[in-house]
């Protein structure tokens, strides 16, 4: 375990404070951060977290309070100048350009030059190299655009890599990542602590929280709870710590799953033999009224691939599909939303939040798309429907009026997803709703979306989160390699069964068709 | 836990074709532009039977250098995602300027210096009000280009005749091989060095590609630590000496500077640049791209002036193509958005 009391500071912050417009986004924050050690911050969707993580590499200029690295005190004026102090960065929101070449947003502002400039040969190997400390193997020469968020997210990770710093700050970036690349992230991990670089870590995952950190700090509303070595703080403190309250029983949410499925009538969507080659193997699922089905899988394994075949952004070149019974042509998402079938992607950036505005206007706008330009939401209406989920879903700050630009990672996604809730649709696709959230409001999404199931919505539910999926869904699609491998009921298996089916370790349970 | 993991990306999911896309889809369009100007070249050639002599490529190149060099200026600055309005007007200012210290003897070793100083003078006054007083590129550039024309009528309201050898040099020296076969001016080189030079700055040296990064996604770059200020700054910088460059090479071409030379240059530089391939939005282009694109336009120029029509002609086509492009851009940047 941790020398603690040995382990020299390498970064000292002190009572910061950072105001924005309305908000004091820190007051008198101070975070320690030594050699040697894995530091894990903690705290709610907009405790400031990040804002901390931007003070301290001087994105924001501070309002209050002192920077001390290396026993010398600091103000940074941007990324560049805490690089050159050793601090290497990777920011929530992954921080690439898609323009450019794999390899090119690696090694960026450190590419291997020569007497006639860059080196382009040489450039790919290091990229290579670095991202093969990760355990990702791919063409570096090949557009970041072409890839997945979880591969951009690895990019960023490496990118952070390259520079040889004594701190090491990562904001979230197991968010996307499956079980193997959280497994090799950790080992590289470790071996850059046992090297004494300093980490700061912040993830809204507790196992993993456990799993890597030496010590916590605890952040709530921008002020500061403590710092506490691991051991001192077991998750149900830590959790009561963070959010201030004892978490919610969950127990509701389970219930809801166990609930019987009337499968009589026509299902909301029933697909058969889809798929489109070289991406999904054909595929079959079905979605009752008001049932939840989770798609469990790994990254890659043709999750996203089948909803966005189902939704009509990608286009199926094999199979049918019916909605209520109806053959439905479904090549295009105006299709889909025609039928009152939306979906929630796992990339909210691309998904078009728009930033500049506010909350209200954010959620408003996928009713107001629905109805067409010509049938104005009336102002009381949208009040009502705004004020609702953002109670549902604890969106803070719970101001309309806020811009979403503004807000933390976490509660972007709520508003996100009270966008496509609040259309009213027959069917919602959620793909990793929950990333990037925190324990408290994980159970507040899954509250609300088992709460609309038991009034009839037909949910698909795609989640890593395995424990999440089992808890909301009543049936659970199983992906493997780009096909469906089986399907399982929820409510007699655990997590473990789950994982070996997913892994195939073991011979299959009752699943009606193995192999599409 | 376990731990297991799906391969990432497979190999052999990606046939030839798809890797090739995969790397190198922001060079489609300058295929496309490349195509294009093929097409003409036989369409011309058919239809006249004696387009496509070495006599008239020839004349492409020394008739367009001015063009060549403002389209890489203007590439940079697309490439951040701006745009420079003002390259036609300082073109005229710094010939106007150059012509007016060279009639009252001023050495044509100091003049060309000070033109391209003034140049980048202008790149550098846009970029200043672009990164640091927050105007729209559009609006800065507008600015730079009233003040630069305005300038051009203070140094003189008529043309003035330039005679230094060393300028008229740059124009009338032919190198050439046998007697009716191609030919290259001193301006010709310049131009094509001016392209090649900035070709290789854009690809291998960091300044360029944190051009390519700034166009992409400015903010990210920013939090990558690239010099984003600095860069954007010399952006038009390079743009404002292109112009100056241009303003010499114009000189030159046409014996004489004129204040009103350059009216609307600027957006015949945009529209090459743009037909050959550079997303407006930037962060996606190339200056080979912008010249094949100026070759497309000096080549439907020529084509228009072979038939004997008038040249009101060249416009309308240009801005078909442009259309033309800007929509095929448009389709090819929302099929990468769908992966
Ligand atoms: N640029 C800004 N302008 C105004 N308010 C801001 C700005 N950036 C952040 N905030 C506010 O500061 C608070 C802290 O945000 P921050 O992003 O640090 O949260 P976080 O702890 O990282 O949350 P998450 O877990 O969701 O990522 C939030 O209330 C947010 O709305
Ligand atoms: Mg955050």
């Known amino acids: ?117 860059i080196n382009w040969a040489a450039t790919h190997r290091e990229a290579a190299r670095h991202l093969e400390n990760l355990g990702v193997r791919l063409d570096t020469r090949s557009m970041l655009s072409a890839h997945s968020i979880a591969v951009q997210q690895l990019v960023a990770i490496s990118r952070a890599m390259v520079t040889d710093s004594r701190v090491l700050v990562l904001d979230e970036p197991t968010s996307s990542l499956d079980r193997g690349e959280v497994d090799q992230l950790f080992g590289v991990i470790r071996g850059l602590r046992d090297r004494g670089v300093a980490i700061l870590f912040v993830t809204h995952f507790l196992d993993q929280v456990y799993e890597i950190s030496d010590r916590l700090t605890v952040l709530r509303n921008g002020t500061l709870v403590g710092e506490y070595p691991v051991e001192d703080l077991p998750r149900g403190q830590l959790i009561s710590k963070m959010i201030g309250r004892e978490l919610d029983e969950l127990d509701a949410i389970s219930q809801s799953a166990a609930r019987a499925i009337d499968r009589t009538s026509d299902p909301v969507i029933r697909a058969t033999g889809v798929g489109r080659r070289g991406v999904l193997h054909p595929a079959d699922v079905e979605v009752y009224d008001g049932e939840v089905v989770g798609l469990a899988g790994l990254l890659g394994s043709g999750r996203t691939e089948l909803v966005r075949l189902l939704y009509g952004a990608d286009r199926a070149d094999a199979g049918r599909v019916e909605v209520r019974g109806r053959t439905a042509r479904i090549t295009n998402p105006r299709h889909a939303i025609d039928r009152r079938i939306a979906f929630s992607s796992e990339d909210r950036r691309a998904e078009g939040l728009v930033g500049d505005l506010t909350v209200a206007e954010n959620i408003v706008l996928g009713i107001q798309a629905k109805r067409g330009a010509l049938r104005k939401v009336r102002k009381s209406e949208q009040d009502t429907i705004v004020e609702e989920y953002i109670q549902a879903l604890g969106v803070r700050p719970a101001n309309p009026n806020a811009l979403v630009r503004n807000l933390s990672g976490g509660n972007q996604q709520k508003v996100l997803l009270a966008r496509w809730l609040a259309t009213a649709p027959q069917l919602i696709i959620l793909d990793e709703p929950t990333r990037g959230i925190d324990v408290g409001a994980k159970a507040d999404i899954q509250r609300k979306v088992a709460e609309l199931s038991e009034q009839g919505l037909a949910v698909v539910f795609i989640s890593s989160e395995l424990e999440e999926v089992i808890r909301i869904a009543q049936r659970i699609v199983v992906m493997r390699d780009r096909r469906k491998i089986g399907e399982l009921t929820s409510h007699d298996i655990g997590v473990d069964d789950l994982v070996a089916f997913i892994a195939d370790e073991q011979p299959q349970p009752d699943s009606p068709e193995s192999a599409a | ?311 009101s002609w060249t416009r309308i086509s240009v801005g078909l193509l442009l259309l033309l492009f800007v929509v095929v851009q448009r389709i090819i940047v929302a099929r990468s958005d769908r992966r």
Request: aromatic share 8%; proline share 4%.
């Open chain 2, 1 to 311: 836990m376990t731990s297991v993991q799906a391969p990432l990306e497979k190999a052999d999911a990606f046939g030839p074709l798809k890797r090739f896309v995969s790397r190198r889809a922001s060079w489609i369009p300058v295929f496309a532009a490349l195509a294009l100007l093929i097409l003409i070249f036989i369409a011309g050639q058919a239809y006249f039977g004696n387009f496509l002599t070495p006599r008239v490529i020839s004349a492409l190149l020394l008739d367009n250098a001015y063009l060549f060099i403002l389209a890489v200026g203007m590439t940079f600055v697309i490439l951040t995602g701006g745009i420079d309005l003002s390259v036609g007007a300082v073109m005229a200012f710094t010939g106007m300027f150059g012509a007016s210290l060279l009639r009252d003897g001023v050495p044509s070793g100091i003049v060309v210096p000070v033109m391209l100083l003034l140049g980048a003078a202008f790149g550098l006054a846009i970029g200043v009000l672009v990164q640091y007083f927050d105007v729209q590129p559009f609006i800065a550039s507008l600015a730079a280009m009233f003040a630069a024309r305005g300038l051009a009528f203070m140094v003189s309201l008529d043309s003035i005749k330039v005679e230094t050898p060393e300028i008229l040099w740059l124009q009338s020296t032919r190198i050439q091989g046998a007697p009716g076969s191609f030919y290259i001016t001193p301006t010709g080189i310049i131009a094509l060095l001016v392209v090649l030079v900035a070709a290789l700055v854009l690809a291998y040296t960091r300044f360029g590609r944190t051009i390519y990064a700034i166009g992409g996604n400015e903010q990210s770059a920013r939090l990558m630590g690239l010099p984003v200020v600095r860069s954007k700054l010399l952006a038009y910088v390079v743009s404002g000496v292109c112009a100056g460059l241009a303003g010499v090479v114009f000189t030159a071409y046409t014996g004489a500077s004129y204040p009103l030379n350059g009216m609307g240059t600027e957006l015949d530089t945009i529209a090459a640049v743009v037909i050959g391939g550079t997303l407006l939005l930037g962060g996606s282009g190339f200056v080979v791209g912008s010249m094949i694109g100026v070759f497309v336009y000096g080549t439907i120029k020529t084509a228009i002036s072979f038939m004997g029509a008038d040249q």
């Open chain 1, 1 to 117: 375990m941790s020398t603690a009391k040995e382990a020299r500071a390498i970064v000292e912050m002190r009572g910061i404070t950072i105001e924005f417009p309305g908000v004091k986004a820190l007051d008198g924050v101070d975070l320690t951060l030594r050699g040697g050690e894995v530091h894990t911050l903690m705290g709610e969707n907009g405790a400031g977290k990040s804002t901390l993580i931007k003070a301290l590499t001087g994105v924001y200029a501070i309002d209050g309070g002192s920077i001390i690295v290396e026993g010398t005190p600091r103000e940074f004026r941007g990324t560049a100048d805490a690089q050159l102090a050793g601090i290497s960065t990777v920011y929530q929101e992954v921080n690439l350009c898609t323009n450019l070449s794999v390899g090119e947003n690696v090694m960026l502002g450190h590419e291997v030059r020569g007497p006639l400039g």
